[in-house]
Every structure is written in structure tokens, then in C-alpha cells.
């Protein structure tokens, strides 16, 4: 199999001290035993890894330094460091993550690394299930910086209930927390930069001073923010777009292509399975989909099919419009 055909990611997870166990029953992902895993890593390229070809030694790092065009496509840009542009990431938000904020590209040339533009598709949200993005209504800058490091910033955020099937966008500079109650499909830049604001007592370092500058520190815009889906002519919908990257859900139960139009895509099965089918020269190739997997879908595939098994929903990430 050449490495420039479509192919399967191996994943690692990392323990949290916010996480839990849901993903192996959202997702039927294999988790360590008698750890609490708050994040699978499903693609990534960083300086202290890369992700491994499933079945291969290969790693995304190696496609990089040998074929970055044919895998990226032309004109995409790579990320810091000659990097693949985006990670794409699970988690399992039992307790809220800390309230935080991310660089945009430019303060984060300071750090050694990629800005952080994200957004999170909720797949699960138990009773308790709450997302912060922003402030409330009325806070501004100066009041917001002088409850930094004080148990009074909690007031000041705002908070609503996520339902499964939102997603929510949180571009460079968004004051956030995710959870508690939730599992997400986390799409974002390559980039590790997260400054800590507040951490609900559980003694970890934050970054006051980076975190101050790197905020926005605006009201929330509405009572519920999500990004509302685009319908697609094709059926799917586009759930957000971003100079850095796009996400499209579908909801398969029959065979149905997908052109990538001379750019990587991703597909990530979030339920169900199937096949994933792309001509070859000689012999058309095939890749098994179960829930939790996802495949990358080089530049230089023209089309791939998507065949359900009975049913499939697949989030397809592609590298947004420049």
C-alpha cells in the first residue's frame, strides 16, 4: 500500500485530572486500565510526537518531511515548525477543564509554536453538562483583569447548557471551559498552547500574565453560543468554517463520494461503521471505519466513497478557506 492512499491513525490518550471513562463507552475506544483519560490524541504532530500509520511505522512527520504537497495539497500551508496544520483530538470532560484562553498566532511565536483556533462537537452531555464561553453581559476588560486570580472571575463567566450536536467555536483569545458532563470531537490548529486563568482549586500553575494578554475579554454574543449548521446540497451540513480548518457531518446509510478537490480531509466516525473505497491504479483499496476511528484522506486522492455498514455518521475536517 502506497503511503499516499488513505490510511487508518493510531491514537494515545492521556491521562486528566479531569477526565473519566466515557470514552470507551461513547466510543468503544481501549483505554488503559485504572486511569482517568481526559483526552485521546486521533491526529497529531507535535515536536514529541507524531502519529503512527495504523499497522506501520510511518508517522504523520515522516509524510511531512518526504510529501508534504501531495499529502496537504497545494497551497496549504503547514503549520509552525513545518508541521501538519490541525490535530484532532476526543475528550471526556467528567469535571470542567480550567477556565483558559488560547494564543493566536502571533503571541504564540513566543512560545515556539501555533496559534490555537478550536471548536468542539458535543457528542455527549449528561445532566450536568456546562460549556463557559465569555463573560456575562456588562463585564468588561477592566473588571474581568482586575477578578483574574480571584475566586470572583467565577461570577463573571458565562455559562450554558451544551445539547448533543452543537458545536461551538472558540477562535484565539476566547475565555472558556469545557465540562463538566461532556464528551467533544475537538478540531483545532497544531498548537499545545493553553493559559490557564483559573483552575478551581486543584493547585495546578496558571498564566496570569499570558492569559491577560492573549484575551479578548468579551461579553458571550448569546444566551446559547453555538454555530448553527449549514445545510449542504449533498446532504450533509457544514457545522462551522474557519480560515484554519472546516467540519462537515454526514448521517450515511447508503454508499455516497466525497471529491477532497486537491486537499486533505479527515474522517472521523463518530457512530456506527463501514467502509471507507478509493480507486487504485490497479486495485481499488478499502479501509474498515468503526466508531472512534479516524482516516486521513491525502491530497492526492481525487474521490473516496463512504459505504455504511447499516449506518454511519462521519465528521470530515478539511483545512478551512484562506
Known amino acids: 500500500m502506497s503511503p499516499l492512499e488513505p490510511f487508518l491513525l493510531e491514537r494515545i490518550a492521556l491521562p486528566k485530572v479531569w477526565g473519566g471513562r466515557m470514552l470507551a463507552k461513547a466510543l468503544g475506544i481501549a483505554l488503559p486500565p485504572d486511569v482517568d483519560v481526559g483526552e485521546t490524541w486521533e491526529l497529531y504532530d507535535r515536536p ?5 500509520l495504523r499497522g506501520r511505522t510511518t508517522t504523520i512527520a515522516d509524510l511531512m518531511a518526504t510529501a508534504s504537497e501531495p499529502l496537504l495539497g497545494e497551497g496549504v500551508p503547514a503549520a509552525h515548525g513545518r508541521r501538519f496544520p490541525l490535530m484532532l483530538k476526543f475528550l471526556d470532560a467528567r ?3 480550567s477556565v483558559q484562553v488560547h494564543p493566536d498566532d502571533a503571541l504564540a511565536a513566543a512560545d515556539d509554536d501555533s496559534g490555537k483556533n478550536e471548536a468542539c462537537v458535543v457528542l455527549q452531555a449528561g445532566p450536568d453538562a456546562r460549556f463557559i464561553r465569555g463573560l456575562r453581559p456588562g463585564v468588561d476588560r477592566a473588571r474581568f483583569l482586575a477578578a483574574v486570580g480571584t475566586p470572583q472571575l467565577e461570577e463573571l463567566l458565562w455559562s450554558f447548557r451544551p445539547e448533543v450536536g452543537d458545536t461551538i467555536h472558540i477562535p484565539p483569545g476566547t475565555i472558556h471551559a469545557i465540562g463538566p458532563g461532556l464528551v467533544v470531537f475537538e478540531v483545532q490548529q ?3 498552547l493553553t493559559y490557564r486563568i483559573h483552575d478551581w482549586g486543584r493547585g495546578r500553575a496558571v498564566h496570569v500574565q ?3 494578554a492573549a484575551a479578548d475579554a468579551q461579553p458571550t454574543p448569546s444566551a446559547r453560543p453555538v454555530v448553527a449548521p449549514t445545510p ?3 446532504g450533509g451540513a457544514e457545522l462551522v468554517a474557519t480560515g484554519d480548518f472546516r467540519v462537515r457531518r454526514y448521517a450515511l446509510k447508503q454508499r455516497f463520494e466525497l471529491r ?3 486537499r486533505f480531509c479527515t474522517v472521523t466516525c463518530v457512530a456506527g461503521g463501514g467502509t ?3 480507486p487504485g491504479e490497479r486495485v481499488d483499496g478499502t479501509l474498515a471505519l468503526a466508531t472512534g476511528d479516524t482516516a486521513l484522506v491525502p491530497a492526492c486522492c ?8 447499516e449506518s454511519m455518521n462521519v465528521l470530515v475536517c478539511d483545512p478551512g478557506v484562506r
Do not use: Q, V
Open 210 to 212: 499570558k492569559a491577560a
Open 260 to 262: 477532497p478537490d486537491g
Open 95 to 97: 469535571d470542567a477543564l
Open 276 to 278: 471507507l473505497w478509493w
Open 48 to 52: 514529541e510526537g507524531s502519529s503512527r
Open 190 to 192: 497544531n498548537s499545545d
Open 232 to 234: 449542504l446540497a449533498d
Open 302 to 309: 481525487p474521490r473516496f466513497d463512504l459505504i455504511p455498514n
